[in-house]
């Protein structure tokens, strides 16, 4: 199938590696032009090189937290008019709701909902005058089933969420679609973080924290970055036009509901 994007531009945030990566490499492979950025410099210029050698697209990478002001204005410099717009950021820590305060509180909210409300605000009007536009915000699985010690996830990216259900109604009549994409657990450096620690407290070894976590699985495995940029990729092509304020699961089968 003809995604009908080749030779439009994305912004993908946070796509040095994992799931961030896995979309830019959908999108490239698509033929999108992309702007990435990520913290490292480093990674973020490897995974560059990477692209424009296996999928002969153009990539900008700019170093930068798009957390930030600056990270957010460097960005939208580099790209200020992108036909596609890949939100994401890093999840904030797990922990017990008694131990935060404002400040915790306040970094979640800035990366995981204001961050991409800022970006866009800064991109939605644009797309809507060109006709085109495609708006994707990676969350998280909590979205639909929140995970207690990931408080300061579930609320912050509900409260993205809860936003774009709204303004996606009114973006859509100008042919610009904005979704979420809700991933369970997949094989990225942040499972890993979570099976070296849940492996340590539970006295097993990493590998028999990550063979019990994919047994509890329906689809018995993680999932990988390439399946979850495949799609993205789809939210963001010519063909996905009459889906906007949806929010797609991607688990492997592990939430139980029927819808």
Do not use: H
Not at 194 to 202: D, E, H, I, Q, R
Not at 211 to 237: D, H, M, V, Y
């Amino acid at each position: 199938m003809d995604f009908g994007i080749s030779g439009k531009t994305a912004i993908v945030c946070a796509s040095s590696k994992g799931l961030g990566r896995g979309c830019a490499e959908a999108l490239a492979e698509e033929g999108v032009n992309l702007v990435i950025t990520a913290r490292t410099a480093a990674t973020l210029n490897e995974t560059a090189e990477y692209i424009r050698d296996t999928y002969g697209v153009e990539v900008t990478a700019i170093p930068g937290d798009i957390t930030t002001e600056d990270g957010r204005t460097e960005i939208l410099k580099a790209c200020p008019d992108p036909d596609i717009l890949v939100n994401n950021a890093g999840g904030p820590p797990p922990g017990d709701y008694r131990d935060w305060g404002l400040d915790e509180w306040n970094k979640a909210l800035n990366a995981n909902m204001l961050t991409p409300i800022e970006l866009i605000k800064a991109t939605a009007d644009g797309m809507r005058a060109r006709k085109f536009g495609r708006i994707v915000n990676i969350t998280s699985s909590s979205v639909k089933a929140p995970i207690d010690i990931l408080g300061l996830s579930n609320g912050a990216r509900a409260g993205l969420t809860g936003f774009v259900a709204g303004i996606a109604r009114k973006t859509v009549i100008d042919n610009v679609t904005i979704n979420g994409l809700l991933p369970g657990p997949f094989d990225t450096d942040r499972i890993k973080t979570g099976l070296t620690a849940w492996a340590k407290s539970a006295g097993i070894t990493v590998e028999e924290a990550r063979e019990k976590r994919q047994a509890e699985n329906p689809a018995g495995r993680f999932g990988t970055p390439e399946e979850f940029g495949a799609a993205c990729a789809f939210l963001c092509s010519a063909k996905a036009g009459y889906i906007t304020g949806q929010n797609i699961l991607l688990d492997g089968g592990a939430f139980p509901g029927t819808l």
